[in-house]
């Protein structure tokens, strides 16, 4: 399988994985403000400590976004491009979000696809930049008891957010906060996070992160090293995984499909919810 050596040492422990219990929300984004404060204000009003969230549809201008990149030298093994800055607005195919948090501020980490200038692009949403052109539904997966916190990571050099455990909530639906190390296959390490936690059927909710390449069930590829991926769908039955992917090369193409157990490993990080069927 594909693997890249990455700049600092290795963890030993390659998945990071926390119980808690997920309450389903549906909220919409409000046109005008940051996608940062329209994906999060409601969640922090809910009282959520982390949440995958998932958008198709709608529209962003100002819209800003970066694409998976070459290293930038010895420190990081993939890095990004510049920042794209697209003129009018842009239509959103889907996306998925991530909500964390940084230096104690809410923070989402958002990967989607979209419409840009006709043609179908993607990558990593710059949160804070991007302004909300239009009202849209977001369905948001949300824990008070599993909070993702962005730490500096020393395998990768880059911080990322992993799952800690939160305030405690009995209530909700049985949910796992994972996050998957570099060099791991991911639909391997989805079901090891469900055996992990006694889990037999579960589905993937949101869910984004990035992959060295990818190799499709169809017999699709993606060659490039860095990729930047979010999850369509995925569920685990009877301890069996599968994973539909948009996986976002080098160059900004759209690429998509049921991903090849086994031959697929992580890049940089994933973050994964998984919820208890």
């Not at 549906?26 to 400590?49: D, V």
């Not at 990322?160 to 994972?178: K, M, N, Q, S």
């Amino acid at each position: 399988m594909r693997a890249l050596k990455q700049p600092g040492p290795v963890h030993r422990e390659r998945i990071e994985s926390v119980e808690g219990h997920g309450h389903a929300l549906a909220f919409m984004l409000r046109a005008g403000t940051s996608l940062n404060q329209a994906l999060t204000q409601p969640l922090l009003e809910a009282g959520m400590k982390s949440a995958t969230l998932t958008f198709a549809g709608g529209a962003l201008g100002p819209f800003s976004y970066v694409m998976p990149g070459p290293s930038d030298g010895p420190a990081h093994v993939a890095y990004f491009s510049a920042p794209r800055s697209p003129a009018g607005t842009t239509r959103v195919e889907i996306a998925n979000a991530t909500f964390g948090w940084r230096d104690g501020a809410p923070l989402v980490h958002c990967h989607g696809a979209w419409l840009e200038n006709d043609a179908r692009r993607g990558g990593h949403v710059l949160p804070h930049e991007t302004i909300v052109a239009e009202t849209t539904m977001v369905r948001a997966w949300a824990l008070r008891d599993v909070a993702v916190e962005a730490d500096t990571d020393a395998e990768t050099n880059f911080t990322l957010f992993h799952p800690v455990p939160a305030t405690p909530d009995e209530a909700g639906v049985r949910t796992i906060g994972a996050r998957i190390k570099p060099n791991e296959d991911i639909t391997e390490a989805l079901e090891a996070v469900a055996r992990r936690h006694g889990i037999a059927d579960a589905i993937v909710r949101g869910s984004l992160g990035s992959l060295i390449g990818a190799r499709f069930a169809d017999g699709g590829r993606v060659d490039h090293h860095a990729t930047e991926v979010l999850v369509r769908a995925g569920h685990i039955t009877n301890g069996r995984a599968e994973l539909d992917m948009i996986v976002v090369d080098m160059d900004g193409a759209v690429h998509e499909g049921r991903l090849i157990r086994g031959d697929n490993p992580v890049c940089i990080t994933f973050e994964l919810v998984l919820e208890a069927r």
